[in-house]
């Protein structure tokens, strides 16, 4: 029983961590609660089946396009939206009988509806509202004389959407805050089983590739579980001092991956690991061995990554206990080498002192959320750490600059506004021309590919995706269909959770996404007696005719490239990283930089931008192979590079105030070439000038600094290395991302 009891509460952890703040779970649930409600009440009035399914599916477009993260603002939507329903539904009624008159009133809804994105998140919302309702009209062919019946089901649909959100499952933004908390604890303990398992396997072992392999999984993972607690912060906390301590977690979040790399680095030293990313990272031996040293400390180092799992174990924000003290304490002595470390390499000895560095990180996060406690302040070794933290905490972070940006001349929203509006148009002669009944799909796929996209490649990749859901779901739906035959409520369950599918994978895979929509469609109309083969292939049709469309619109119509967006994101990638690695340094020559964890996440940001961007290039059915592998270089070039700014960036918080490091003439100089080799690529990307622009590559970052020896402490002059040995990665990073740009880089040495 107990074993079970453990199993359980491993699934349910793992469960968590993979929904961070069960955000995609309570969103799937309110919009099937909320379409189920709205069908009971309008059953219950004996309503027809047209006004029922425009309730469910005013329900449904209610519940999941507010997405507003204060409850206020959820509610002025909401209400905001209700006469704007009502009108739309109105015209679309009236114009119903004349269908070419409703085709160009839909075309300027369309357009209208994505012009008005620039207002912000409620006018995208209402544009959603109105889009959604004259396609609603068009679906059940709505007659003026029906208008009454459609009324009561708009106002039924958003009370009951209204209820669920606010009552029944209310999810306010400090508890769902709370829940993003848990879940990247959750994440950080599997990080720490990920670890052990590496290290307890070796490099020797037959699992060690799918062990380093999980690593970097769950590392990923952890990423972007801080990504969404940052983007929440401001919502989630009563105040703004709150939201600034808890960006403590990035902190948490760097140093367990510096530990992953460390670990990965000493098990395997002839594979030159320095960073997670798949893409530049070299081939590791089979069999590699492990020095003898390194051997012997390799018990050590395990036995304190199964302690500090240990001590996180019941809550991963919340160490306590005797043994999590006495942890804690031998952790932090290995920050300036109190706590004798091991005999070991170098590399296994910067394990220790980054299992240090992830210690207190942790610790530091615990204080950010919950306040100081008595267990911390009476650590002599925790003492200046935690002066160091509570100053951090003091305030509001300070803004990075924002790189300026050479935006295009035409604004996003119109491009997108005059291209779906014109592959809707498209979309409609050619839904008409292969099925009168069913033009509407090849609308409503001509819509959905250019949502969250912005080049050609993008909705490329997203139509080919959408057409692949949409044939597995209509062999699901006949499937489905022949085996429960004529049966009312199997096709009612099978289409409820068809809905909770669809919206429980929107944000993890669009395939999965549109698989289940075409199954709901199946399953509706088995409700309605009236699926046959022919309805669902003619699914299929509408939906490429809508992929089609979508695709010479974006061509023809102020088109944007897959290359002139990407680089446009390189651009603004490299921007950042100059913005990040000049504060890191102003910080480490004394001076007030403000706080460097607001730059080093936008960072993470831009480069994540960047990665969505590229999809076009590196998936794996590109016929363009040479282009594939120069974006994966290119992107894990810029990952490495990234990774070790936000390391610097790290580390640059928690140098002692007295230690200059940036000042030294000779770091400042190697600093002041890698700004300008930054500068040099962000220049030839904007231009792409024919003239030859050649990166300086100069005598190499310096191996020592100017510290009087007399007077540093080791933990100073490990400080220092770190300092030079993420600057040294960084410089090799654009360097190597010149080179793949075809860019000359000049010996200056």
């Known amino acids: ?77 909401l209400a905001m939206g209700v006469p704007g329903a009502l009108a739309v539904m109105a015209v679309g009624g009236a114009l119903a009988p004349y269908r070419v008159v409703a085709d160009v009133v839909f075309v300027l809804l369309i357009f209208a509806a994505l012009y008005i994105r620039r207002l912000g998140p409620r006018a995208t919302t209402l544009g959603i509202f109105a889009f959604q309702l004259f396609f609603v009209t068009q679906f059940i ?21 209204a209820l669920i959100r606010f009552a029944v499952l ?79 977690l990035a902190e948490a979040e760097t140093a367990a991956e510096r530990l992953a790399v460390l670990v990965l680095r000493a098990l395997w030293p002839s594979a030159d690991v320095d960073t997670l990313t798949r893409h530049v990272t070299k081939a590791r031996p089979a069999g590699s061995v492990t020095d003898v040293l390194d051997a012997a400390a390799l018990p ?26 006495e942890m804690r304490d031998r952790l932090l002595g290995y920050r300036g080498d109190q706590q004798q470390l091991p005999d070991a390499s170098p590399a296994m000895q910067d394990v220790f002192r980054s299992a240090k560095d992830f210690s207190h990180a942790l610790f530091g996060l615990h204080l950010a959320v919950y306040g100081v406690t008595p267990a911390v302040q009476d650590a002599p070794e925790a003492a200046r750490p935690q002066e160091k933290l509570t100053a951090q905490d003091s305030g509001p972070a300070a803004k990075g600059p924002v790189p300026k940006q050479q935006g295009p001349r035409i604004r996003p929203t119109t491009r997108t506004a005059l291209q779906v509006a014109t592959g809707s148009a498209l979309a409609v002669v050619g839904g008409e021309l292969l099925s009168p009944q069913r033009w509407y799909w090849a609308v409503f796929t001509c819509w959905v590919v250019f949502i969250s996209t912005s080049s050609t490649g993008e909705i490329l990749v997203r139509g080919y995706r959408r057409l692949i859901g949409t044939v597995a779901g209509v062999v699901a739906g006949l499937v489905l269909a022949a085996l429960i035959g004529n ?55 509408e939906t490429a005719m809508g992929i089609a ?84 270089r290119v992107l894990g070039l810029l990952e490495t590079a990234a990774f ?42 904007a231009v792409r000038s024919e003239h030859d622009i050649t990166l300086v590559r100069g005598p190499g970052i310096p191996i ?46």
């Open 170 to 248: 209310r999810s306010p933004p400090g508890r769902t805050l709370d829940r993003l908390l848990r879940a990247f604890g959750l994440r950080l303990v599997l990080v720490l089983d990920a670890l052990v398992e590496v290290a307890e396997e070796g490099p020797q072992a037959k699992r060690a590739k799918r062990a380093a392999d999980d690593l970097r999984r769950h590392t990923a993972q952890l990423h972007t579980g801080a990504l969404m607690i940052q983007n929440r912060l401001g919502t989630g906390t009563p105040d703004e001092r709150t939201a600034t301590a808890l960006q403590r």
């Open 1 to 77: 029983m107990q074993r079970a009891r453990m199993a359980w509460a491993d699934i349910h952890d793992r469960f968590l961590a993979s929904d961070p703040g069960l955000i995609r779970m309570l969103s799937a649930l309110s919009t099937v609660c909320a379409a189920g409600l709205t069908l009971g009440i309008l059953a219950a009035l004996d309503a027809s089946v047209p006004t029922l399914v425009a309730g469910a599916l005013t329900a449904m477009v209610s519940t999941v396009a507010v997405t507003e993260p204060r409850p206020r603002d959820q509610a002025l939507t």
């Open 644 to 685: 070790h700014t936000r390391s610097l960036a790290a580390t640059a918080e928690l140098v002692p105030a007295g230690l200059h490091i940036g000042a030294d003439e000779r770091l400042v100089s190697e600093v002041r070439r890698i700004d300008h080799n930054l500068e040099t690529l962000i220049n030839q990307i």
């Open 487 to 541: 049966a009312p409520w199997p096709a009612f369950a099978l289409a409820g959770l068809s809905v909770f599918g669809m919206y429980y994978t929107m944000a993890v895979s669009y395939t999965l996404m549109s698989f289940f929509v075409t199954t709901m469609i199946g399953m509706l109309y088995t409700l309605l007696h009236t699926l046959t083969p022919e309805v669902l292939v003619v699914r299929i049709a």
């Open 141 to 161: 062919e709505a007659r003026v004389e029906q208008l009454p019946q459609l009324f009561l089901a708009v106002l039924v649909a958003f009370g009951s959407s």
């Open 300 to 325: 050590v180092l395990i036995s304190e990554l199964r302690a500090l799992r240990g001590a996180i174990r019941s809550d991963p924000l919340r160490p306590t206990g005797a043994d999590h003290a």
């Open 549 to 632: 469309c979508g695709l010479a619109a974006a061509l023809l119509v102020l088109p944007m490239r897959t290359r002139d967006r990407t680089e446009q994101l390189l651009r603004d990638v490299l921007e950042r990283l100059r913005a990040v690695l000049s504060q890191s340094l102003a910080q480490l020559g004394g001076e007030s930089g403000g706080d460097l964890l607001d730059p080093a996440r936008a960072l993470d940001s831009a480069l994540d931008s960047l990665r969505l961007s590229v999809q076009p290039l590196i998936t794996p059915i590109s016929p363009l192979r040479s282009r594939r592998r120069a974006a994966l």
């Open 704 to 749: 020592q600094l100017e510290v009087d020896e007399g007077e540093a402490r080791a933990e100073d002059i490990n400080a220092a290395r770190r300092v030079l040995r993420h600057l040294h990665r960084v410089d090799e990073s654009v360097q190597g991302l010149a080179r793949t740009l075809h860019l000359p880089v000049r010996d200056d040495s």
